[in-house]
């Protein structure tokens, strides 16, 4: 999208408790108006988009995991993409879904902040929603260059890198 930005709604839902080092809604907003911006080069409609994100737990996740990939364990994030018009215009992008003590314990794991790997893991949906993905490793290589700029536009260290700053693989499993 060349440097048009329409309007960004995002739908945030907690199904559990909200944590103290959590973002805001302007902040989430911000991130998934990002991403978009970033990942995709067609003209959006001038009344905008909507994103639903939802934070949930890990029965939750691993419920729709087994029901919508026929993967019986939690993960750190799904995307489920609509991609559709809305009666007012607004252009449905879909639903993202992340499960908190997933991103607190990868985070602790990989030696970052739980809002850092937050971050990442919203981007990294919202690309989902936009039609990348990391299946084949020159689409994983495209996706996480974008996620990389992303994330160093936002001030953070390339989500990718482990403490001595080599790429991980971490991408394939996400």
Same mark, same amino acid.
């Given at each position: 999208?060349?440097? %048009? ?26 991130? %998934?108006?990002?991403?978009? %911006? ?12 909507? %994103? ?123």
């Amino acid at each position: 999208m060349s440097g %048009v930005q329409a309007p960004c709604l995002v739908d945030v839902g907690w199904s559990v408790a909200r944590p103290d080092w959590a973002p805001d809604d302007q902040q989430l907003q911000a991130w %998934v108006l990002a991403a978009i %911006v970033a990942g995709t080069d067609e003209v959006l409609p001038a009344q905008g988009v909507e %994103v639903s994100l939802l934070f949930t737990d890990a029965s939750d996740i691993q419920r729709l995991n087994l029901e919508y990939r026929q993967i019986d364990r939690a993960t750190n994030v799904l995307s489920f993409p609509a991609q559709t018009l809305v009666e007012d215009g607004r252009m449905l992008m879909g639903d993202v879904v992340i499960c908190l003590s997933i991103v607190e314990a990868e985070a602790a794991a990989q030696g970052k902040l739980p809002l850092v790997h937050l971050t990442h893991l919203v981007l990294h949906g919202v690309l989902h929603l936009l039609g990348h993905d990391h299946v084949e490793d020159a689409d994983a290589d495209q996706m996480e260059s974008i996620e990389i700029n992303l994330m160093a536009s936002l001030g953070y260290a390339n989500p990718y890198a482990d403490a001595a700053g080599n790429n991980s693989e971490e991408s394939k499993s996400t």
